[in-house]
């Protein structure tokens, strides 16, 4: 499934292919998310003509609630419910019940919890969430995991991570004694835990190696701590991972965060940051973001950027840009979602371009500064 | 500017074209309303290439509110503002002062009113909404009216009208003493008023004729009133309107009432009902209409008819359109939008095709009974 072409000399960073039955991934990779089976305000077309997307990730939690499974599963699947013929991720739903479930309990079944819609009870266990993305159809599933919030005790953390880990042995069991719904092959990959304590991770990776998935996650990352400390932990993660399995690094970030975390040895990264953000009017450029509500654009009549190839950058004036957004205009939506995307799959490019010619040591840093840059 | 290429022998159907700087358009068109200087949720390379919108509408009132006429002067007016290098139509901010606006007060120097957004007081005179539309540079600016309401009573809709007239002589005046701020021609329509009593529309249809305007619209109409009688005073005032020039109803409507308006000489239609129904999830088809929303499609894995070349009828299952509004997905939104204005202009291209080949008598009515039916 993964092939890895290349590590960079000076650092983790590494160039792979990630093959599914519905195409080929290059990583380091980008994952658009798609929470309820639509990337917000961005057609599926766009995604492949102007995104140029790879593969786009799904919420199991989201998905399992509306429409639910019944309608998906009589929709053939995902990819057909959706009309996406790419590959597509789901995770297993446990960071959404911990985030946005109204009541939840753990037990060694499973999680219950109930519905932020209408409050309605549910379980989630090891077991049934490879059913559910088995009528899903994902060409990639995540397995349950609980995902502890910053700051957690290491009892806590240590706790967690080991009622993860029984979790994980249970759900690799019941992926491994099941079969794909349709006429695709699923992988499924592992996530490790543990907090942010040097020795829970490295048990937690070591643990989770064991069970031999197809591919290996970093959970419980980007949830509070200081980004400094979210660096070592992946860092640290990534040394005691084995080579031939990509690594997902869940839930990060911003354009800077994603070059620092493959020079630690990422591959493959998913957020919902470039579409929240730019529905906020925040727009990512190669020299730094814009808040495009801001009044110094009022009356700038350039575009921002004429030679980076969306059209929010390059064929509308910022005056014009700024207008929509101060009119909560749909179409100031659409533009910047789509752009913030291009933008992020452009940069993963440049990165995997850096690493195969050897530049991206001596790019990155610099790079990820700029990025960070207000303009 | 105009050239009438044929009458419809049975009815008072016709065939034309409208050339202005920016573009040809073929008549009988429907027109996109771009309240803001966007087209809500549809971008402007797809307004050209998937609806084949050949000229859109802008409004007055609110691009004067928002960003200002300064802005758009600097951008270097309303086509550059907006990145649109095809024909637009202004109104003239007349309906919108009377919908909208929370305080208004007539006088015969012009129209007091409130911003509906700030409460800032302003005023439209029939000669500063020439200056504006001069500044907007816009195609065809449309004079400034009053839109009296429906019902009105004849000694009001006859005040009303006769304001209008004296109006409108000013703004004709104020018109051909000035000159365009870009570098392209613009054109300026009058206005018919006259409430729906015969004498009135018939009076105003005169009045308004020898003013010589490049073309001229039928307003007042689509205000509330049965629609048998909007198209009774349409089919009058046509007959005394003069045939070399374009004939434009303003703010029509359904495409069962478009069928039924061009069988009765009308060039020309704007309205934002289709996108703005669209956004509701009502979806217009050759073959009727569809609630989106209704349960019925909730299971309904097939798309909506495969033969329509839009996204939304064509490549998505009806049970994902549906899932897309039911959780108010920008997605949905905006492949509705689109769909319904692609369809309008397929509407426009048939009847023109019709009435080319002189089969539009025996074709419309069923036509437009087929339209009004919910699928």
Not at 10 to 36: C, N, Q, S, Y
Not at 292 to 303: C, E, S, V, Y
Not at 313 to 328: A, D, E, G, P, V
Not at 336 to 341: D, T
Request: proline share 5%; charged share 25%; with cysteine.
């Amino acid at each position: 499934m993964f092939e890895l072409h290349k590590t960079a000399t000076t650092t983790k960073a590494r160039l792979g292919t990630l093959t599914t039955d519905h195409g080929t991934i290059e990583t380091p990779i980008f994952m658009p998310v798609g929470t309820l089976g639509t990337v917000k305000a961005v057609k599926q077309d766009e995604l492949i003509r102007k995104v140029k997307a790879q593969i786009i990730l799904g919420n199991t939690y989201h998905l399992y609630l509306r429409p639910g499974c019944e309608i998906i599963e009589n929709a053939g699947g995902l990819h057909s419910f959706i009309s996406w013929d790419h590959p597509i991720l789901t995770d297993s739903g446990g960071y959404q019940i911990f985030s946005l479930s109204d009541n939840r309990e753990l037990k060694e079944e499973g999680a219950h919890f109930k519905s932020h819609l209408d409050g309605s009870k549910h379980l989630f266990t090891p077991e049934n969430v490879v059913e559910i993305q088995r009528i899903l159809g994902s060409d990639i599933m995540m397995i349950l995991d609980e995902c502890p919030p910053y700051p957690s005790s290491h009892d806590y953390a240590k706790e967690s991570m080991e009622l993860t880990h029984r979790w994980e042995k249970r759900g690799r069991d019941a992926f491994l004694n099941s079969i794909p719904h349709y006429n695709h092959q699923q992988f499924q990959f592992g996530i490790v835990q543990g907090g942010t304590y040097p020795d829970l991770r490295k048990e937690s990776a070591k643990y989770i190696t064991d069970l031999d998935f197809e591919g290996i996650a970093i959970g419980g990352l980007s949830v509070g701590e200081p980004i400094e400390l979210m660096y070592e932990m992946t860092d640290l993660n990534t040394d005691y991972l084995p080579k031939e399995k990509p690594r997902y690094l869940m839930g990060v970030g911003k354009p800077a965060n994603l070059l620092h975390c493959i020079a630690r040895g990422i591959d493959m990264f998913d957020c919902v940051l470039p579409t929240r953000n730019a529905r906020n009017g925040q727009i990512f450029t190669p020299d730094g973001y814009v808040n495009i509500r801001n009044a110094k654009w009022k009356n700038h009549n350039r575009p921002l950027d004429p030679d980076f190839p969306t059209d929010l950058c390059s064929r509308y004036k910022m005056s014009y840009i700024h207008h929509l957004f101060r009119n909560n205009e749909l179409l100031g939506l659409a533009l910047a979602s789509l752009h913030n995307l291009t933008f992020y799959l452009w940069l993963m490019e440049e990165a995997r371009n850096r690493i195969a010619d050897d530049t991206f040591h001596s790019w990155y840093k610099q790079k990820a500064e700029l990025l960070d840059t207000k303009i």
